[in-house]
């Protein structure tokens, strides 16, 4: 008897090493929270426990030499992801959309969420307190297991429900954009910075 893999759902994990370049974007983000008062406002109306550039800012990479230098990057590890992944994109690279700041206070989170009209989507870990929570990947399948019982306990990650991963600063998540995914509550002291994107 053996038992095969089916329908698995890639994620990929990659490390920006330049030290000087997490500085500059760290700083920039830091700016970004205390220039941009559309984003602040953006944040406090829809409760965002800290602050988000998601909804005010779409021109970073043309805007700081941090934020371009890290879209150059972030198009070679969306090639490689497509790649790995199988996905025919028809001779094309995929094409970096749109690209956003997070700084999430102590306490926030960020519920379950898709990023529709997109293929890839990914976060880049800029700085990480201790304690300050992973980023939780859900079964796309959850929704139909109807009386399927639960995993147990030493269940492989491919095999559960739910998988938690957690980051550090440099590290580099990117998946499908259809993968449903949440950042669990933030029990560090500090603020944890970030830097999301969806490739189209």
């Known amino acids: 008897m053996a038992i095969q893999r089916l329908f698995p759902t890639p994620l990929w994990q990659g490390r920006l090493d330049d030290a000087a370049l997490l500085a500059d ?12 008062s559309a984003g602040r406002r953006w944040s406090r109306d ?3 426990r800290g602050y988000t ?10 805007r700081d030499p941090a934020f371009g230098d890290l879209a150059r990057w972030l198009v070679k590890q969306a090639s490689g992801f497509a790649a790995a992944a199988h996905l025919d994109l ?7 959309d749109s ?19 997109s293929i890839i989507s990914g976060t880049l870990y800029v700085e990480v ?13 959850l929704p139909m297991l109807m009386n399927s019982p639960p995993r147990s306990a030493d269940a492989p990650a491919e095999s559960r429900n739910f998988v938690h991963v957690e980051p ?3 590290d580099l998540l990117l998946w499908e954009s259809w993968l449903r995914h949440e950042v ?3 029990a560090a002291k500090a603020e944890r910075i970030s830097i999301s994107f969806n490739f189209a």
């Open 184 to 186: 669990m509550p933030s």
């Open 90 to 96: 028809a001779r094309r690279k995929p094409k970096l």
């Open 53 to 62: 550039s998601y909804a005010s800012l779409n021109d970073l990479p043309s």
């Open 99 to 117: 690209l956003w700041v997070n700084v999430l206070k102590p306490g926030g989170g960020h519920s379950g969420h898709i990023h529709p009209h």
């Open 46 to 48: 829809n409760r965002y």
């Open 129 to 141: 307190p201790a304690g300050a929570g992973s980023i939780r990947f859900e079964d796309p399948r």
């Open 25 to 36: 974007l760290a700083h920039s983000c830091r700016t970004l929270a205390e220039d941009d």
């Open 168 to 170: 550090a600063a440099g």
